[in-house]
């Protein structure tokens, strides 16, 4: 299955949150949903998930426009951020919603793991932590059967050993051929299991990262004789410094890139992978740019 978003758009009070959003999710595929506080993440997968409405776009499962087809949501899973839907209600009272939802939903499979996880079903799930509450969610959302799983924000606020549950059952969902949407401020543990990684900037507008190389921004290791020069330190947004030895990011191709950095007060550079981290770096220091001027 193949889940195809086709250029949604989404304001509200005439601020643009998603600007002519595209891309595609593969079945078996972990993708990871980055951006700024305020970005448009949660309202993506809100909009995924068909809890509101885009101003525009489109969405389809296999070429069919499930905006059209809600019996096609029986493919889609979303957990929020708070697993607050069902609050009043005990984790086994719950399972009765998804069962109505999803015809596939298997019950057993929500008991056994939460004997696993020492999950009491029989509490009501507003009384449980909140690292119980996410846990219980992805239970009910892994149990669903869906084919896609939207996830919001499920990893931020919980401890390490809820963390390493979580990414477990991410991984094993993977590897069962389903496909995991998750958005994210836990870069590392998403460095780790994402195969592509979406960023929206604070524009609206998305951008594959790629973990070696990206389109519009390189991170560069640059030594210098005695100091950078002005005209460089100018186009650059400096992550690191100590001594001679800067870490850089700068606007281009590769191949522009080295054409500036090709100078006599340079002693040596070298073209550094980038990581999920460096995309906050460098919008944070176009946005400070912006400012100043």
């Known amino acids: 299955m193949i ?19 595209s891309f595609d999710l593969v079945e078996g595929n972990i993708y990871g949903l980055v951006g700024r506080n305020g970005a448009g993440k949660t309202t993506l997968l809100k909009i995924l998930a068909r809890i509101i409405d885009p101003d525009g ?22 957990l929020p951020d708070r697993f607050d839907f069902f609050a009043y209600n005990t984790g086994l009272k719950a399972m009765e919603y998804y069962q109505i939802l999803y015809p596939n939903f298997n019950r057993d499979f929500v008991i056994n793991e939460a004997k696993k996880l020492k999950l009491d079903l029989k509490k009501t799930i507003k009384t449980q932590s909140k690292g119980n509450k996410t846990l219980l969610g992805l239970l009910m959302v892994l149990a669903s059967g869906a084919q896609f799983l939207l996830v919001d924000e499920t990893l931020d606020g919980l401890d390490v050993l809820n963390k390493k549950a979580i990414i477990q059952y991410l991984l094993g969902a993977s590897q069962e051929g389903r496909t995991v949407l998750i958005s994210t401020h836990q870069l590392t543990e998403l460095q780790g ?54 870490t850089v990011l700068m606007a281009g191709k590769e191949e522009e890139v080295v054409r500036k950095l090709a100078r006599e007060e340079i002693v040596q550079f070298d073209i550094l992978p980038l990581q999920i981290e460096d995309r906050f770096y460098f919008e944070r220091g176009r946005e400070e740019d912006h400012e100043r001027l």
């Open 193 to 246: 299991i994402a195969d592509q990684v979406f960023y929206i900037g604070l524009d609206g507008k998305i951008q594959g990262v790629d973990k070696d190389k990206d389109l519009d921004f390189q991170k560069i290791q640059v030594v210098v004789k005695d100091k950078l020069p002005q005209e460089i330190l100018d186009q650059v947004i400096v992550k690191d410094h100590l001594g001679r030895v800067y």
């Open 57 to 78: 776009g489109r969405a389809y499962i296999d070429v069919k426009d499930y905006f059209d087809y809600p019996q096609l949501l029986q493919h889609l899973a979303f």
């Open 3 to 21: 889940l195809e978003v086709k250029n949604i758009s989404k304001s509200f009070d005439g601020k643009v949150v998603l600007d002519d959003i």
